[in-house]
């Protein structure tokens, strides 16, 4: 691979794994619900993100130029091949929990795929259009629970307060950037993060505001993923994920 | 270079035939899914861009354009491609009064960007009726929302703008 492909595959790896570990999180939720259209809201959620991994992986898997397809790149990685955030593994918890990750997730990626669309890069640039509309979606999806939940009832309150607080440790590093960042930046391919962070908690506090719920204190933010270095979350979430094809390399159905 | 069989036009009139295999009351051309056909030196290559990037459609809607185009003899190479990006403005307005017959309800503008206002009063595809709430944002698959009529009180769904 040239410098750049190298570059852009790192980049492309990283918007796919985020789209594929947090989609499998959510596909967890498939007949577990709290209500039959929340069962299909979330999974409708957890098949966009497959998409949204399907088209950056394929692209990834171009940029490399070794023949793998998406699957490969999706089943055939161990943990620390990674590049995931970690809020994305972080378990289900209750449903204030998902809905919190939600909210941190969707938008953050919607303020994040409303610069990629103008990157240099082509696939980037149609991949973030795409995914833009979709992301709208899920925004306004995690916004309205947490305001039914934060002004709802004395117990909901409680928890979305709860699963607020818990996850905010993991929000500083969705902005966290490295060479891989810096160098596409300079070739005006990829997103300067910390132009997205005021943006983001300006319109993180106007949700909370309309849910009479409080910002989350700012404390110690946990990193790593950027490195591969993951919460023992991955390892369980790939042992399932991956069991068909490590136990029945090629199988096909 | 071997004189093509069937020029573009006739191709595309045959794949104009192929319906959306989760709405089969509308084609896939006036979904606006069916993009481009270019004809190569071995058969033709006919261009394609999803509804929604995971829309689990596409692959049954690639088999069935190859299958159908084989049927006449040609060759067909299926490419996806995500650029431009497909909106709900490309649904042509023949193919919106069929879906309202169908019973779901088309979107009501064109790509909106602010998706909570604009999508608060969506006409029930039974009853005609606007006294309509919504539900829940996603329905039986990733495109639909879904609503229900506070008159007649059926339970519909509604394509979203996108």
């Known amino acids: ?253 | 270079m071997v004189a093509a069989k069937h020029t573009k036009e006739e191709i595309f009139e045959l794949l104009s035939q192929i319906v959306d295999p989760e709405i089969p009351a509308v084609t896939i051309e006036e979904i606006g899914m069916l993009q481009d056909v270019n004809i190569t030196e071995t058969g033709c290559e006919v261009i394609i861009t999803p509804t929604y990037t995971g829309c689990p459609a596409m692959g049954i809607i690639e088999a069935d354009i190859k299958a159908l185009l084989d049927e006449h003899g040609i060759e067909a190479k299926v490419k996806l491609v995500y650029d431009p990006a497909w909106t709900t403005d490309m649904i042509t307005d023949v193919a919106k009064e069929k879906m309202r017959k169908y019973g779901i309800a088309p979107p009501v503008n064109s790509s909106c960007g602010n998706i909570t206002v604009a999508e608060r009063e969506i006409e029930c595809p039974q009853c005609g009726s606007q006294n309509t709430e919504v539900v829940s944002r996603f329905g039986s698959t990733a495109c639909k929302a879904l609503y229900k009529c506070n008159d007649c009180k059926e339970p519909f769904e509604y394509f979203k703008c996108h």
């Open chain 1, 1 to 253: 691979m040239t410098d750049i492909n190298q570059l852009k595959y790192s980049y492309s790896l990283r918007l796919g794994d985020n789209a594929w570990i947090l989609s499998h999180r959510l596909a967890e939720w498939c007949s577990n619900g709290p209500i039959l259209e929340e069962d299909l809201a979330l999974t409708n959620l957890a098949l966009d993100l497959i998409g949204r991994a399907q088209g950056f992986y394929k692209y990834a898997a171009e940029l490399e130029g070794k023949g793998k397809s998406e699957d490969d790149i999706a089943y055939r990685r161990n943990e620390r091949q990674y590049f995931n955030n970690l809020i994305m593994e972080m378990p289900n918890g209750n449903f204030a929990d998902t809905i919190a990750r939600q909210l941190y997730v969707s938008v953050f990626e919607y303020y994040f795929f409303r610069e990629l669309k103008n990157s240099k890069d082509e696939t980037f640039a149609a991949l973030a259009a795409k995914t833009l509309k979709e992301v709208k979606y899920h925004m306004a999806h995690a916004a309205d629970w947490t305001i039914r939940l934060g002004d709802g009832t004395e117990e909901s309150h409680k928890k979305m307060q709860k699963a607020l607080n818990e996850l905010w440790m993991y929000t500083g590093e969705l902005f966290e950037m490295n060479d891989v960042d810096s160098e596409l930046m300079a070739q005006g391919v990829s997103v300067d993060l910390s132009m997205l962070k005021p943006k983001w908690e300006q319109h993180i506090i106007d949700v909370l505001k309309e849910a009479t719920l409080a910002q989350p204190e700012d404390i110690y933010m946990q990193t790593g993923s950027r490195q591969g270095i993951h919460t023992e979350h991955l390892g369980h979430i790939l042992g399932d994920m991956q069991y068909l094809q490590r136990a029945y390399p090629d199988a096909k159905w």
